[in-house]
């Protein structure tokens, strides 16, 4: 399991030199954004009881479709401010997701301004949301990053495992969407409490992290699965060609 990480021994980054994460528009328009997800899919969330219902928390999730980032930011327990690639962060989308308090991130190289803004809001008691797959895909973790258990590990915030189901068809494409009144599930396992290692850091460690992290979300796609009765969509679909004018 390869990681990207700052593990060289050292302390956390600063944090000084980063903004926290904006929670204003996050916290004030989630009932809103959540009753319209509601109204529009058949959504189901379980386990809710077993997110922390205060202090830092790091969520990890398996990664299936473009819905999964906002239904973590809006209908999780707490507001979370996710990870999300940068390639996001262009217009008015851009805009949108900075005001929400989400975190843009160089999925391809060590981005020690993400890290520290997730270090950042742990610090100040946020969640913060994590997809170690690092994109979308069968949501089976067979390809899983080393950052949710990076993060928990130097913070000693717990880990909670997130499953998604259903968030894109059998098939579908990167960056579909399932038709309305599809069902959807969002599961919250069994949180994972880490010893906080701030110095010395070995590889070994933050790879031992990272796969317990790797099995507590197979764990609870495995509980999602069975309580359920739905299952991963499989590979995604080709993708669709633009039409030309």
Known sequence: MKSALPVDGGELPSTTTVRPPRT??????????????????DLEIHGTDKVPTSGPVVMAA?????????????????PVHALTK???FSGTMG??????????????HVDVTAIRTAVRALKEQHVVGVFPEGARGPGDMSSPRAGAGYLALVTGAPMVPVSFLGT????????????????????????????RRPWPRTQQQVDAAAQIVT?????????????????LPGPLGPKREKKRA
Do not use: K
């Open 24 to 41: 204003r528009l996050l916290t004030a328009g989630r009932p809103l954004a959540h009753a319209l997800l509601r109204g529009w899919y």
């Open 62 to 78: 398996n990664h299936v479709g473009w819905l999964d980032g906002p239904l973590l930011a809006i209908c999780s327990p707490r």
């Open 86 to 88: 940068e390639e996001m």
């Open 95 to 108: 805009t949108l997701l900075r005001r929400a308090g989400q975190i843009p991130l160089d999925r391809f």
């Open 168 to 195: 894109r068809m059998p098939g579908g494409a990167d960056g579909s969407v399932p038709p309305r009144g599809s069902r959807i599930a969002m599961t919250f396992g069994e949180p994972v409490r880490f010893e």
């Open 215 to 231: 099995a507590a979300i197979l764990q609870t796609i495995r509980v999602a699965e069975q309580t359920t009765g739905m299952t």
